[in-house]
């Protein structure tokens, strides 16, 4: 009995472990999505921008769905699941893309940094997930790196990109709740469905928003460089990086997820610094090694913790 329960926690710290990989490779394609946002965002307004990009995910999702034959919510669970989409497909990207057109790419994806610490106190507040000390000491140090690299580059930040800043972290509390609330959800139904159901509500929602404001005039002055920008929004920063995320979410914790979102200042730079050549200072350079380093700490409390079980099975 004892060795069984050795195996299976060792099952569950390798499942966690590969959660968070994938989270990581999320948490990549999202941050090269600001950097593509920031290229785009001054082509339309943010609602239209974001109906291409999530619009254009459940384009790309519904009929994989469909092929994959993936069990769909059910009963009451399309109400709440509608409602997470709107606050996570319909009201974040509008923040989201609004910040970014006050700051940087990279300013904007290390202030969306915050959503680990802001994940972490909605999780416990909520009694969802418990804090240990050692994923708190993680969060925090990614954190602290986070607020370290935006206040010492603010001298070389655009004009008012304070602003951009806190949008920003508003639209990362509301991915904060998502994280916190869907998992069940993607439970009881599969992460493919469950993201494309939510994505598609809040893509609904923008759509309807942009029509009545006359949002779609923008595409008429569209070259083949926007057509370009806005599929990969729709491909590879919606489609792909969410499913990423609800598979992830569905093998570790909301917190331990949301720590990857510390990647997303490194993807946001580099594409940031080759498509608009943004800056790469020394800030934004210490504050990223902070937050990997807050990242394994986090992320590897639950392997630590089995080890020692583990051994004296053994003997």
Avoid: H
Avoid at 216 to 233: D, T
Wanted: proline share 4%; with cysteine; hydrophobic share 55%.
């Amino acid at each position: 009995m004892t060795g069984r329960q050795g195996n299976s926690n060792a099952g569950v710290a390798m499942g966690e472990q590969i959660g968070v990989l994938i989270a990581v490779l999320s948490s990549t394609l999202g941050g090269s999505s600001a950097g593509v946002t920031r290229f785009v965002v001054g082509a339309m307004d943010p609602v239209t921008l974001g109906v291409f990009r999530y619009g254009g995910g459940f384009v790309v999702l519904l009929p994989i769905a469909l092929a994959a034959r993936s069990p769909w919510p059910r009963g009451s669970d399309w109400l709440a699941v509608a409602g997470l989409g709107l606050l996570f497909f319909g009201f974040f990207p509008v923040l989201y893309n609004l910040a970014l057109s006050f700051t940087t790419a990279a300013r904007g994806a290390l202030a969306l940094s915050m959503l680990p610490l802001l994940t972490m106190i909605v999780g416990a507040v909520l009694r969802i997930e418990p804090l240990t000390v050692r994923k708190a000491a993680g969060v925090s140090i990614a954190t602290v790196g986070v607020a370290l690299a935006l206040v010492a580059g603010l001298a070389e930040a655009p004009s008012g990109a304070w602003r951009g800043d806190l949008v920003m972290i508003a639209a990362a509390f509301c991915m904060a709740l998502y994280n916190v609330w869907s998992r069940p959800f993607i439970a009881r139904s599969a992460p493919l469905s469950f993201t494309a159901a939510s994505m598609g509500a809040g893509a609904l929602v923008l759509v309807a928003i942009s029509a009545a404001s006359g949002g779609f005039a923008a595409v008429a002055g569209f070259g083949a460089i926007q057509w370009l920008s806005v599929a990969y929004l729709g491909v590879f920063g919606s489609a792909a990086a969410f499913l990423l995320w609800s598979l992830a979410l569905e093998r570790t914790t909301p917190t331990r997820v949301a720590t990857t979102m510390t990647v997303n200042p490194i993807a946001a730079s580099i594409v940031a610094a080759l498509l608009l050549g943004e800056p790469i200072g020394l800030n934004l350079a210490a504050g990223v090694a902070a937050i990997l380093v807050g990242i394994w700490i986090a992320s590897t409390s639950a392997a630590r913790r089995t080890q020692p079980r583990t051994r004296l099975v053994a003997k």
